[in-house]
């Protein structure tokens, strides 16, 4: 089965580094309560470096979304994702922070990965791509009130 990956560009009126930033050490103050598993985690994190966790706690408990398999800041973030399914059928995410000059960053996400999900590969790319579209003015929000 092939299902092809999603492909989302954006572009944001910030550096690379303070957009990456935002991204990465301060994804908690920019991602919706309705994209976790718990609807209102007490924090969201994302540990720098290949081989750190994303995950949200909730009244104690650990909710593992991910985990980092790439770190270039301010360049490019790669991690495996698994939010509200098994760590075996994670998906991979890709971001490049490319320096567009004059303070502005287009920010590319490439998502796939979906064929290990089988029959509901299609099901579980358009669940992804509307999170995707719902989640990322967000990010843009955050990267313009200056978060980092």
Same mark, same amino acid.
């Given at each position: &089965?092939?299902?092809?990956?999603?492909?989302?560009?954006?572009?944001?009126?910030?550096?690379?580094?303070? %957009?990456? +930033?935002?991204?990465?050490?301060?994804? =908690?103050?920019?991602?919706?309560?309705?994209?976790? &598993?718990? =609807?209102?985690?007490?924090?969201?994190?994302?540990?720098?470096?290949?081989?750190?966790?994303?995950?949200?706690? +909730?009244? !104690?408990?650990?909710?593992?979304?991910?985990?980092?398999?790439?770190?270039?800041?301010?360049?490019?973030? %790669?991690?495996?994702?698994?939010? !509200?399914?098994?760590?075996?059928?994670?998906?991979?995410?890709?971001?490049?922070?490319?320096?567009?000059? !004059?303070?502005?960053?287009?920010?590319?996400?490439?998502?796939? !990965?979906? %064929?290990?999900? =089988?029959?509901?590969?299609?099901?579980?790319?358009?669940?992804?791509? +509307?999170?995707?579209?719902?989640?990322?003015?967000?990010?843009?929000?955050?990267?313009?009130?200056? +978060? %980092?």
């Amino acid at each position: &089965m092939t299902v092809s990956p999603l492909h989302i560009t954006f572009g944001v009126d910030c550096p690379p580094q303070h %957009a990456f +930033a935002v991204w990465t050490s301060r994804i =908690g103050t920019w991602w919706p309560p309705d994209h976790t &598993m718990s =609807g209102g985690p007490d924090e969201i994190v994302l540990e720098s470096g290949p081989g750190g966790l994303i995950y949200e706690t +909730a009244a !104690g408990v650990k909710h593992t979304w991910g985990v980092v398999t790439v770190w270039e800041p301010p360049r490019r973030l %790669a991690y495996l994702w698994h939010l !509200g399914r098994d760590r075996g059928d994670a998906t991979e995410v890709e971001i490049h922070f490319v320096d567009e000059g !004059g303070d502005r960053t287009r920010i590319e996400i490439e998502h796939r !990965g979906w %064929a290990r999900l =089988g029959d509901t590969a299609d099901t579980w790319r358009d669940r992804n791509r +509307a999170g995707w579209d719902s989640l990322l003015p967000h990010f843009a929000t955050a990267v313009s009130k200056g +978060a %980092a």
